[in-house]
């Protein structure tokens, strides 16, 4: 449990009916999270106090499932609902995805809030930033470093400080439902 990065990093995941599931669930609680709070802003990008669901989804659920309910919620949800929908989204749908991809794919156990913290609450977050500030930057709609700022500022706090702790208070329930990702593919093999 103390291990910051697996001892085998899996990139392939089992996609079955309860994987779909897994995904539709985490998409919805992730769009609407991110919707309830988009009258909350700094600047360019809304504060988002829920944006620790994709991590946690992610680690607890696989990289697959974690990055598709992250760009799902976050692109076909949120933005959708909020009239945002449109080429100015791609930046967000990518980095989202990435934002649970990565800890899903590097957090080598849920109970480990230092690896947690690491690839879900900076290096995902950051590779999120880095994708919404570029596109945006990109596209010419604002400054890169004003998105990437604001990204930094809306997503560290929760996906450091709540991703952690949610992580560690609901794995055993999860794994004891055998919903833990990286048991079910242990199962399979």
Request: include cysteine; proline fraction near 5%.
């Amino acid at each position: 449990m103390n291990r910051w990065l697996p001892e085998k990093i899996v990139w392939k995941q089992k996609f079955g009916t309860l994987e779909i599931a897994l995904t539709i669930i985490g998409g919805v609680l992730y769009g609407l999270g991110a919707f309830s709070t988009m009258s909350w802003a700094i600047g360019f990008i809304t504060l988002r106090p829920f944006a620790f669901i994709a991590v946690f989804w992610g680690v607890m659920f696989g990289p697959w499932v974690g990055g598709l309910a992250a760009l799902i919620g976050n692109t076909f949800i949120s933005d959708i609902l909020a009239g945002w929908f449109g080429i100015g989204g791609v930046g967000g749908a990518l980095g989202n995805f990435l934002m649970a991809f990565i800890p899903g794919l590097l957090v080598a156990h849920p109970k480990n809030w230092k690896a947690v913290v690491l690839w879900g609450g900076i290096v995902g977050t950051l590779v999120c930033a880095v994708f919404v500030g570029g596109w945006i930057a990109l596209m010419g709609f604002a400054p890169f470093m004003t998105l990437f700022s604001s990204v930094l500022l809306a997503d560290i706090p929760p996906n450091v400080i709540l991703a952690p702790i949610f992580c560690s208070w609901l794995f055993d329930r999860i794994q004891a439902r055998g919903l833990y990702w990286r048991d079910r593919l242990e199962d399979a093999e």
